[in-house]
């Protein structure tokens, strides 16, 4: 009897090992991707210098790979429904590599802007398949440490990418940029060798849906860039015909039955008002220290960089308390954490920047909370052959999230020229505060409604 509970406890450990060594290859690609997504940035300027480009043609090198990463967690997240993760990660970063070794070497603007896009075809597969082999593979018991730990890697990124690209463009050029990327391609073999062996499943992929889905959010992203009616009109048409077709189809690209969870539907309102705020914050306090503040690129980066180390560090007690008491307590602690960062913020963001500093630090604690135990309560509420799409679907509402936050944080600078900055960043913050009080209210009715789904 004792030599079999050995046996277990050996094989236990064995399989914990191997998720830990998935997790980690994983976290480290996880790491590149974002830091892709917000360190090419800082490189606009020079990249306008370099081609003699205007600013609103530069905008598509952000623009246009902000469209094909939205795409593509979707897409990816999709067919890991039929197609073995390990096949889906090779494709994904051999096209991340490819596209990185063609902008190294680009000399012409549209050759830059193609490499970008098929870069983000990569990228966001990496993103949201990262989720799929959380909710899918690893046991309940610890999947809250392993959403942590990639939300936490995101913050991460998302802190590290304006610093590193800031020293790598100032020193060695926007090209080597490329080559950051592309280093991702080493971890192909790990994850041949690690990761879960799958067979092909039966399925047939609708690529139709695919396409209007990809139109659809193509016209969104532009609508938000552009703010033309005529694009508006049109994204309005394309969302009215693929709900149609949708709900026409036997085995469409988005299943309409889990749009029709609402309770499904609430946690992905509090993960995009999470995200909206995240990549708000990292929009307006580079603005607000350099402008304002007076502070440096370099120091800029510096500021932000703290907190999202203490993110990462967060993310693994987090993780284990996910896992030991569930995602509620930790979804309330990081509302309470982005309510107080956003009051803090507008009492405190234009007086010094060690205020900027320090509260940024307990905004990105409080969203590492948020979306990992979001992420986590998302993987519950769905069935095994829903998570896929299911995480697809939240990758991609979270990133339009993080999208209008931008969109709506210029608007509201721009409508408050004539204001002091004191006055201009409260607005902004009290604002963001009423945001994050309504996801608060949202989770309220989401609990309420599983607690006595519970009880029954």
Known sequence: MSSTLLESSQAERQVTLQENKIILIWGITNLLVVMNTTMFNVAIPFVLQDFSLSSSTAAWLVSGYSIMFAISTLTFSRLSDFVPLSTLLLYAISILGIASGIGFFSTHYFVLLGSRIVQAAGAGAVMGLSMVLAGRYIPVERRGKAMAIFASIASLGF??????????????????????????????????????????????????????TGIAVT??????????????????????????????????????????????????????????????????????????LGKSPTETGLMIFPGAILSVIAGQYIGRLIDRHGSTPLLVFGQILFLASALLFALFATISPYFILLIYMVASIG?????????????????????????????????????????????????????????????????????????????????????GRHVN
């Not at 990418?161 to 490329?178: A, D, H, R, S």
């Not at 690209?253 to 995240?278: C, D, E, M, T, V």
């Not at 829903?386 to 991609?396: D, E, M, P, S, Y």
């Not at 969109?407 to 913050?429: A, C, F, H, K, V």
């Open 219 to 292: 016209g969104l992203l532009l609508y938000l860039s552009t703010f033309l009616y005529s694009i508006l009109i049109g994204t309005i048409v394309a969302f009215a015909g693929l709900w149609i077709y949708l709900n026409k189809m036997e085995a469409p690209f988005i299943p309409p039955i889990i749009l029709r969870n609402k309770q499904y539907i609430k946690l992905l309102f509090i993960g995009s008002s999470a995200f909206f705020i995240n990549f708000a914050n990292l929009f307006l306090l580079p603005i607000l220290l350099t402008t304002v």
């Open 367 to 451: 969203f590492t909370a948020i979306t990992s135990s979001n992420s986590n309560e998302i993987t519950k509420i769905l069935s095994d052959s829903q998570i896929g799409t299911g995480v697809g679907i939240l990758q991609l509402i979270q990133f339009f999230g993080g999208g209008i936050g931008v969109t709506i944080s210029g608007l509201l600078l721009t409508s408050q020229e004539s204001l002091s900055p004191d006055l201009m960043y409260r607005n902004i913050y009290l604002c963001f505060a009423g945001l994050i009080f309504l996801a608060t209210i949202v989770y309220a009715f989401y609990y309420r409604n599983a607690k």
């Open 159 to 212: 802190g590290l990418g304006p610093v590193l690209g800031g020293i790598i463009t100032e020193y060695l050029g926007w090209n080597y940029l490329f080559a950051v990327t592309g280093l991702a391609v080493l971890s192909i073999p790990f994850f041949q060798k690690l990761l879960p062996k799958e067979e092909m499943k039966k399925g047939k992929f609708d690529l139709i849906g695919a396409v209007l």
